[in-house]
Nanobody
């Protein structure tokens, strides 16, 4: 099993920045791709950014140029640096671990609120 714990959410004004962290524990050797999702109020969960073990990244069009995903494999941690935040970035942000052995894993989520 893999356990994921997110942190770093909070309240920020539009134009501000936040850095989310997600620490993995357990069978971390089985993790391949790490991904951040978000769920805006009243909407479905959507992918924001993903990163492979080798560091290749992909971003949703809505966050390109503003968000940066990175990972520290030695610390089993993935980060999401969010700059130039907008009110529409508000939501619960979840960390997700793709695995090559066993079930994929979700974190519990961390709330990001961007005020206008």
């Amino acid at each position: 099993q893999v356990q994921l714990v997110e942190s770093g959410g909070g309240l920020v004004q539009a134009g501000g920045s936040l850095r989310l962290s997600c620490v993995a524990s357990g069978s971390t050797f089985s993790i391949t791709v790490m991904e951040w999702f978000r769920q805006p109020p009243g909407n479905q969960r959507e992918s924001v950014a993903r990163i492979t073990g080798g560091g290749r990244t992909n971003y949703a069009d809505s966050v390109k140029g503003r968000f940066t995903i990175s990972r520290d494999n030695g610390k089993n941690t993935v980060y999401l640096q969010m700059n130039s935040l907008k009110p529409e970035d508000t939501g619960v942000y979840y960390c997700y671990a793709h695995r090559n052995l066993g079930a994929d894993a979700w974190g519990q989520g961390t709330l990001v609120t961007v005020s206008s």
